[in-house]
């Protein structure tokens, strides 16, 4: 079993950049991919941005791509992601995910980081 830890969160001006981390442990790390969601009060889990971690491939949804950043330290299983000219409506529980294989779902979720952003 996988468990995922995120950090770096917190209250912030819109504007301001923050730097989450997630750090992954476990026995066994078998890790296609590793990603970010969030969920909003009020609203459902929402993708933010991946990483393939083999290629370090990403991707990113419409309404951070240019402003977020999304990283990995394989050395010790490590993902971030830079979130930098934070709006207000950024304000969520941002979430890591595992997903281990190319055919499976993201799974092992974290506990989450709160991250507000004020105007």
């Known amino acids: 079993q996988v468990q995922l830890v995120e950090s770096g969160g917190g209250l912030v001006q819109a504007g301001d950049s923050l730097r989450l981390s997630c750090a992954a442990s476990?026995?066994?790390?078998?890790?296609?991919?590793m990603g970010w969601f969030r969920r909003a009060p009020g609203k459902e889990r929402e993708f933010v941005a991946e990483i393939g971690w083999s290629r370090g491939t990403t991707d990113y949804a419409d309404s951070v791509k240019g402003r977020f950043t999304i990283s990995r330290a394989s050395a010790t299983n490590t993902v971030y992601l830079q979130m930098n000219s934070l709006k207000p409506e950024d304000t969520a529980l941002y979430y890591c995910?595992?997903?281990?294989?190319?055919?499976?779902?993201?799974?092992?979720w974290g506990q989450g980081t709160q991250v507000t952003v004020s105007s």
């Open positions: 995910a595992r997903k281990p294989q190319i055919w499976a779902s993201y799974a092992d």
């Open positions: 476990g026995r066994t790390f078998t890790v296609y991919s």
